[in-house]
């Protein structure tokens, strides 16, 4: 096959995010060529305000690829289009898409699209963001249509001794972390486990909670991203990494 006649993906991320990319890649494999831009520094704002900058240089952003065709185009921060509610997500996606002249979708709405093809009604988060960004979410996926039957927790660092408070980073929390934290619960049977953002590494624990855990679905802002690119470009055959694969067999 020749590499350059791959169908090729745009993939937006936050500057400082190490994880995207490399997920990205391992999961789409030798069927996609990817290709990224990164939202600008934000020195000195807090985290809302940042959220809130992406959202506004999204648009000039997309242009930044230039004269480069692109298939399709994924926006990886979840966080910033929380902020936008899904009715608002799905027009400003809807909109860039049409300034593009091709599909651009967040990882919030492939998460939508993927829990529509599934089936799924329930999710259980599993999220790395400190309080008020966890609501957020939470708040989101609800006036989407869907039941949250719990949040777990990952912090990067726990609270150390009574009365201590946890550190949330999504890019420092570890796959032993993210374990631990799901089997200290009891999960209710038929929820769907979905794993907030689109920095916290997932695949190993995913890949072990896929081969240990009781049967349910499994989803990342990164796997439903590369699902929905998958279904919007046309991948030919059947995926090449196993949790892709086993979220299409599931699929209608």
Known sequence: MDLFSLPRLGVVVPPENPTAEPEFNHLLGAGMNVYTSRFPVTPGVGLRA??????????ALLGSFGALRLDATVVACSASHYLLEP???????????????????????AILAACEALGVTRLTLVSPYEPWLTETSRAFWERA?????????VPA????????TAHFDPYGVTTGVILRRIRERELPAGTALLFTGTGMGTLAALTELARTGPDRTLLTSNLASAWWARRMVG?????????????????V
Request: proline share 6%; hydrophobic share 35%.
């Open 235 to 251: 991948g030919a055959g059947q995926a090449d990494h196993p949790l892709l694969r086993r979220l299409e067999d599931a699929g």
């Open 87 to 109: 009715a608002g997500d799905r027009a400003f996606c809807d909109a860039l898409s049409e300034r593009v002249g091709a599909p651009v979708q967040s990882s919030t709405q």
């Open 50 to 59: 940042m959220l809130e900058t992406y959202n506004e240089v999204l648009p």
């Open 157 to 164: 660092e726990e609270a150390a001794g009574p009365g201590g």
């Open 145 to 153: 249509g869907l039941t949250v039957d719990g949040v777990v927790l």
